[in-house]
């Protein structure tokens, strides 16, 4: 498999319920949570793609564009976005989706670096 078709067989993406629970005082998804949930998808993603043990190193510039309310679905996207020797770049957006229109619009965006490890937790060549 080339590099572009490795990229794209593994884009992750999950949806969730954006429940009460998960909710702040405004009623809004938050942050920290949106956060942990963008850090798991990147994970996945830079798992994905390596097939080797991966762990964040950096989560760099992650833009709240638009508050998440209860109630509504999200969807998460990850996508490698640059591939170095022995880590990568994963570029996360969380959309949001009415639950009873068909209305959809991005919320957030980050990007998180993740390095790949070998059986000595040493950096490992990921190509």
Not at 55 to 62: H, K, L, Q
Not at 92 to 111: D, L
Request: proline share 3%; charged share 25%; net charge positive.
């Amino acid at each position: 498999m080339n590099l572009q078709e490795r990229i794209n067989a593994s884009e992750t993406k999950i949806f969730k319920a954006v429940f009460p629970s998960t909710t702040n005082h405004y009623h809004t998804l938050f942050g920290g949570t949106a956060m942990q949930l963008m850090d798991e998808i990147a994970f996945i993603t830079a798992t994905r793609f390596t097939r080797k043990k991966c762990v964040t190193v950096c989560s760099d510039r992650i833009d709240f564009k638009k508050p998440i309310p209860a109630g509504t679905i999200i969807e998460l996207i990850g996508r490698v976005s640059k591939v170095g020797n022995t880590s990568l770049d994963i570029k996360v957006e969380i959309f949001i989706e009415e639950m009873y229109e068909e209305r959809r619009e991005k919320a957030i965006v980050g990007k998180f670096t993740f390095v790949a490890l070998d059986e000595n937790k040493q950096p490992a060549s990921i190509m």
